[in-house]
């Protein structure tokens, strides 16, 4: 028998299995409500059934027809820890395309891909870690700090942005059934959490109120509010003195009295231990279990809910509210259809046939494509002929397939390094050279290396350098990191800026540096030195590909930076400062860098002929803006138009600069468009210092640019940006 054939016999038995369940118990009733179902079966456990279910680790009932189930998967850019899977670009490249339809169409193919192999795994018996459909995606933290290891996961340091990519990312995920889910997303970490990563377990973060509702929450409201997110992750550290486990305010009073949440709430893993061991807001285990459940806890990853019997026993809790928290719970399962018919659930007619598939590797380079960012290109030396004479590849990550996968990743055995891609690029006849040079994190123990010496022989170089998720990451994970993750300084590793030097010192053609990163690099070092700079983040399995597609211009360059590149960490405040003073784009007065928002490409634009409906406008009125954009050059291309909103007259704490409104476009060669914007009330309500989004009258402009409206990006290359003054009354 084939593997085929294996797989169907295994499906149709644990079909049979599960329809013996359905003829004998009430809660496989599919003509009553999932949430009488959810009551029924909760009502029909014994105490200790209960307990155990509170775990992500949840085991089977066999009395009542209850299969067992582990909570924990992940599907940060695909579904993650569980063999075969199209490895998207990591949650920073998402940010980067400025692409919500996108991310929306990738995260349901990620999707698909779960439920597929879901169907597979529950027929051989595999119902361990990373085999089920709840998954604990996104991370919609702000990123805040570049410093941070895993900002990386993130969508970026704007809370606008983010929510966009964010619900997109959901709606994806959980697909569009009246009644089902396709699979469920969870929103972490809530709340305020970006670093240190060392001190992540008993940190406390205390930002003031208008940080707290115009920086950190926004993101989680619209999950919550826009795209129904059906998790929440508690964040390991505190807020205002209290664990994020166990804060009443974070987890009843915002998420679910305020923002009408209605989903389950599960702890980071071990987060609860730090009520207890971190945070010393507990005196013993069952105070824990109980603070955490009384707050909304609904599921324990990890081990303190083990005592959920004693807590109760001591008269810490009632059973009463277990069985709420626990309805809550099974509801998921419900939804999921894990209680009903197969056929009854419009996603299980998904097969094996969708699981890195070729329709999903070419969404994944074309995720990869739209993400990579132009920073510099000298005189144009960009794109490169595919018929160049001669060419060489280096760097410590040319050939590098761990730079492509970040963290939280898939296996698919269809990576594409970059050299690779350059390789399947250029033409047979293209005397195409390779070394990787120097090794990624420290200087090369032989004294001798001819490595820099081929740029001397070639028409250009592409150099491959970077961080990679073993410098930067969590930190149980980012084993080169001497920082647990965390990064100290922005630099590329010190053998690398020497390799660059030496590479650069002995060009004779035009030096391209490709930059493999999830977070800012300082530059200050190279940037002079390299010809142009190609910014390809973490981008997944066919990152070598779509950096082949932009430097050879198959494709023009159009993703634009969703976190400002400071100079040097001298730019930045101390990390554990959670104020925002002096951080992103939005209160930075340093110029950076490269800003929020730049980008450039093969292809220059236009904008011209700003129209709004009023010049002033009261509260409860609407305003609508036209511009016209002109591709002025004769390659087409992607152009990202960006709305700022700028407070001329008014409270010195407001933003520098707001984003209200952005919107991908393509531009034929030589032809303009008309694009629209619509703004309501409540895009023009500001936070004031109590956190309160309040209408404050005074001056405005709203500036359409291609990037952060600042100099910088001006001087940089991006497009003049065109401005249109309003006054709120």
């Known amino acids: 028998m084939n593997k085929n054939t294996v797989i169907i016999i295994l499906i149709i038995f644990s079909s049979l299995s599960k329809s013996f369940s359905q003829n004998c118990f009430k809660w496989y009733d599919e003509s009553i409500s999932f949430e009488e179902r959810a009551a029924l079966l909760v009502n029909a456990m014994t105490l200790e059934e209960k307990c155990l279910q509170f775990l992500n680790e949840a085991p089977s009932i066999p009395r009542l027809g209850v299969p067992e189930y582990n909570w924990w998967n992940e599907a940060l850019h695909g579904v993650a820890r569980n063999g075969k899977a199209t490895i998207f670009p990591q949650g920073i490249a998402m940010g980067a395309t400025f692409n919500p339809s996108l991310i929306q169409e990738m995260a349901s193919a990620i999707a698909d891909e779960g439920r597929a192999k879901f169907k597979i795994s529950q027929a051989m018996g595999n119902k361990g870690l990373y085999a089920g459909l709840t998954y604990w995606s996104p991370n919609v933290n702000i990123f805040r700090d570049p410093r941070w290891g895993r900002g990386q996961e993130t969508y970026g340091e704007d809370p606008f942005l983010t929510s966009n990519i964010g619900v997109a990312f959901v709606n994806g995920l959980q697909g569009n059934d009246p009644k089902y889910f396709k699979s469920t997303a969870c929103a972490k970490h809530f709340a305020v959490h970006s670093g240190p990563e060392e001190l992540r377990h008993h940190f406390n973060a205390n930002p003031s109120k208008l940080d707290l509702y115009e920086t950190y929450l926004p993101a989680f409201e619209a999950l919550v509010t826009k795209a129904n997110v059906q998790g929440v992750m508690s964040a390991y550290n505190a807020v205002y003195g209290e664990p994020s486990s166990s804060s009443v305010l974070l987890l009843d009073d915002i998420l679910k009295k305020q923002w009408g949440f ?239 030097k030496e590479i650069s010192k002995n060009k004779k053609g035009p030096l391209i540096l490709v930059l493999g990163t999830g977070s800012p690099v300082s530059l200050e070092e190279i940037e002079l030195l390299v010809d142009a700079i190609v910014l390809m983040w973490y981008p997944g399995e066919q990152g070598g590909n779509a950096v082949a597609d932009i430097i050879f211009g198959d494709v023009a360059p159009s993703g634009h930076l969703p976190i400002t590149f400071p100079k040097n960490v001298d730019q930045l405040p101390a990390f554990t400062d959670y104020s925002m003073k002096g951080r992103t784009y939005k209160y930075m007065t340093q110029e950076p860098l490269y800003p929020f928002g730049f980008g450039l490409s093969y292809a220059t634009s236009k904008f011209s002929n700003a129209t709004i409906s009023s010049e002033k406008l009261k509260k409860g009125e609407s305003l609508n803006i036209s511009i016209d954009i002109t591709n002025e050059s004769t390659t087409n291309f992607d152009e990202v138009v960006q709305v700022y909103l700028v407070a001329e007259n008014n409270e010195d704490y407001l933003p520098i600069y707001n984003l209200k409104a952005f919107k991908r476009i393509f531009l034929k060669a030589q032809k303009s468009k008309t694009i629209k914007f619509t703004f309501s009330e409540k895009d023009f309500l500001q936070t004031n210092l109590e956190g309160k989004k309040t209408w404050m009258k005074g001056d405005y402009k709203l500036i359409i640019s291609n990037a952060l409206p600042s100099k910088r990006s001006i001087d940089l290359g991006s497009s003049k940006p065109i401005e249109v003054s309003i006054k709120l009354k």
């Open 262 to 500: 209605n989903g389950y709430i599960v702890s980071d893993c071990g987060a609860l231990g730090d009520i207890l061991n971190g945070h010393k807001k507990a005196k013993t285990i069952e105070e824990a279990a109980a603070l955490a459940m009384q707050s909304g806890v609904n599921l324990n990853c990890g081990w303190v809910y083990n005592n959920l019997i004693n807590s109760i026993e001591q008269g810490l809790i009632t059973e009463e509210l277990l069985n709420e928290r626990l309805q809550q719970l099974y509801l998921i399962r419900f939804k999921l259809g894990f209680f009903d018919k197969e056929e009854s659930n419009p996603f299980n007619n998904v097969t094996s046939e969708v699981i890195n598939s070729e329709a999903h590797k070419h969404l994944a380079r074309k995720v990869a494509q739209q993400s990579i960012v132009l920073l510099k290109n000298k005189n144009n030396v960009l794109p490169l002929d595919k018929n160049i004479k001669s060419l060489y590849v280096t760097g410590p990550f040319s050939a590098s397939s761990n730079i492509l996968m970040a963290n939280y990743y898939g296996m698919s055995s269809n990576l594409v390094t970059v050299l690779e891609g350059v390789t399947d690029k250029v033409s047979l006849g293209t005397s195409l050279n390779y070394r990787q040079g120097v090794l990624p994190f420290t200087k090369n123990l032989n004294p001798l290396n001819w490595a820099p010496k081929v740029s001397g022989q070639v028409e250009a170089t592409i150099l491959v350098a970077g961080i990679s998720n073993e410098i930067e990451g969590e930190e149980v994970d980012a084993i080169a990191s001497e920082n647990k993750g965390d990064r100290k300084d922005l630099k590329l590793p010190q053998s690398q800026i020497d390799y660059i």
